[in-house]
């Protein structure tokens, strides 16, 4: 059973950064795609970013040029660098790891294995 763990959540003001971390049981190199997710109170979660085996990235539209995705293979770590962050961004943030071919990176759905979240206030 893979298990991956979040850290790095915390409160910051508007326009702040914020970097999550997210460690996994699983070698990372091996993973076909490793995602950050969010979901707000009374929203459905919704992709912000992926990462796949080739260091391909994808951002969500709202996110693209504040939000960095990044891994370090040999920690087996995936990381969120979010930058100039808004109340809106505000969330808990799950990052999730998942071995098959899928379609859409962004889409929860695609995604085996999910990690318990770390919260992001974002104040304003």
């Known amino acids: 059973q893979v298990q991956l763990v979040e850290s790095g959540g915390g409160s910051v003001q508007a326009g702040g950064s914020l970097r999550l971390s997210c460690t996994t049981s699983a070698y990372t190199s091996s993973a076909y795609s490793m995602g950050w997710f969010r979901q707000a109170p009374g929203k459905e979660r919704e992709g912000v970013a992926a990462?796949?085996?080739?260091?391909?990235?994808t951002y969500a539209d709202s996110v693209k040029g504040r939000f960095t995705i990044s891994k370090d293979n040999a920690k087996n770590t995936l990381y969120l660098q979010m930058n100039s962050l808004k109340p809106e961004d505000s969330a808990i943030y799950y990052c999730?790891?998942?071995?098959?071919?899928?379609?859409?990176?962004?889409?929860?759905?695609?995604?085996?294995?999910w990690g318990r979240g770390t919260q992001v206030t974002v104040s304003s």
């Open positions: 999730a790891e998942t071995f098959a071919v899928l379609a859409d990176p962004t889409d929860p759905h695609e995604y085996t294995y």
């Open positions: 990462i796949d085996s080739n260091g391909s990235t």
